[in-house]
């Protein structure tokens, strides 16, 4: 079946906040997605006529801002609160998963957040947007659902894998360059297994941040609302997790030796330390280093292989994290959760 036109898409009736990557509101290959599901329940799907597409726009009913959703969800509104639900459910999906690592956990745990949404909306301030808050209950619920099992099969010890640098400064061992390795083979083999079990052993305030920033993609500013931290505290916690990430694959491509090795330079002298660059990295990545410092740690890199190698493969760990969100909700766990949803459950009145 053809793709339907995204400009024939109804665009939705709510929209609930800053981002549209975990689901806050839908973008155009979201609504793409969701209009095959409504195909594949056996509702048909009727392409607009360019003439009456223009009819339709004025005929629409005009989307409600989130003072309105949240007015009639504190009135008891079901049919709000299941179009509230079904926009977030695959974002929060995702981010259940992301942290639990676990399908049944995820679901278990969408499910309580959905109720105390319900149960909380009275409480609910907006000092931050409707999406922005049921991420953070999102987050509680699953770290509650984690701390509330004992942790099954091996886990990582983490900070072995953290860099190591000599007194000057200078990496402690040679760098391992696996950032040519393609991301396909790396997500369907064992080094994909090995970095979702090392998400599984990152402690919990590294998973969350790691899951909503790299696997999720939401805007820093944004999980620094929904955690209640700052934006600095998010990107130390960020780093060190994708520092850690990085040197379980270093470790996995080094007992392998599917990787080259980088050879440091000890004649050139430059403004930071390989260990502080190290350090800038997450801040050179976001964009959020002065342009004097981004020039020097460009030259920095263009004439040390050891970091530009290590810049590489801390990039290349991100991408990998990204590559391992679930796309979709599996299939039988979307069944459980839209039999959850139809079902209402506890609706204030």
Known sequence: MAPPDPSVLDPGLIHLGESSRAG??????????????????????????????????????????????????????????????????????????????????????????????????????????????????????????????????????????????????????????????PLDRLLSSEAAERIQQAIASLPEEQRVVLVMKDMEELALSEIARALELSIPAVKSRLHRARLALRGVLASYFRERQGASVTQQNRRRRHKHTCQELVELLCDYLEGDLPQEDRNELDRHMRECPPCMAFLKTYRRTAQICKGLRPEDIPPEVRERLEKFLQRGPSWPS
Request: charged share 30%.
């Open 24 to 181: 806050a509101s839908l973008d155009f290959p979201s609504r793409i997605r969701c209009a095959h599901r409504l195909a594949g329940h056996g509702l048909e799907l009727r392409p607009v006529h360019p003439h009456n597409q223009e009819k339709q726009r004025r005929e629409r009913p005009r989307a409600m801002d989130q003072g309105q959703v949240i007015t009639k969800m504190r009135l008891g509104d079901s049919q709000v609160y299941k179009q509230v639900m079904e926009e977030m459910l695959p974002g929060l999906y995702r981010l259940a998963y992301g942290i639990t690592q676990d399908p049944m956990e995820a679901q278990d745990a969408v499910q309580d957040a959905l109720v105390s949404m319900i149960r909380r909306i009275g409480d609910f301030q907006e000092r931050s947007s409707l999406a922005t808050w049921l991420y953070r209950i999102t987050v509680n619920a699953s770290l509650d659902r984690v701390r509330g099992r004992r942790r099954r099969g091996e886990t990582i010890p983490i900070e072995e894998f953290l860099p190591r640098f000599t007194e000057e400064g200078r990496y402690a061992e040679e760098v391992v360059d696996w950032s040519d390795a």
